[in-house]
């Protein structure tokens, strides 16, 4: 799978995610049996916890800098992923605490149909090209545990209810999207096993 048709696939799932509140089963198993029970701030918390962990384990993996260097798709390294992985954990907590201080968003990130938000992931990744791997990971991880917190803090009129975010699929500010941070957290979840996913099968690849 090349770059372009990972950023394809994951383009059609937000969308899907956002239009029906539920992802494609076969990305996140354990997220779709939480979503089939009550969301509550206990099953957010662990949704994010397994993440976590599943983070640490191939953390721990990345033993060798020529595993961290190989190919995940394309265009992509494994660590570039992990800047990926990155980015998206740190917006997706800057867009929780922006609502949760019941202010507006002054930036879009616009996701081209059948495409991608490709130039916001391009722009992520490259302020991160200095960073190191380690710091990669502490940056994915602290974001996931702020993220825990406010799953367990934040009011519910806050937690359950829709809000207005700043992804777009066509670059109008009227067209952004709206779902509740609940489900914004469980997004993060899903979008972080379907990379997992295949990091897992990249390393495997190399043993």
Known sequence: MNELDVERTLNDEWHTFVDTGQPNP?????TVEARGNRITRPVLWAELEDVRLAFAELHAALDEESKA????????????VVAHLASWATEFKRQIET??????????????PRVGPTEWNARELDRRRAMSLD???RELDAAT????ELALSLPDDLLFTAAELPQTPDGRPESRWRTRLADLMLMKCWHDRYH???LQEVLRRLE
Not at 69 to 80: E, G, I, M, R
């Open 196 to 198: 997992l996913d295949r």
């Open 135 to 137: 710091d990669r990971f």
């Open 69 to 80: 260097d190989a190919l995940a798709t394309t265009l992509w390294s494994v660590k570039d």
């Open 145 to 148: 545990v702020r993220i825990q």
């Open 99 to 112: 609502v949760a201080a019941r202010a507006t968003f002054d930036y879009l990130i616009t996701f081209t």
């Open 26 to 30: 076969d990305l996140a198993v354990t």
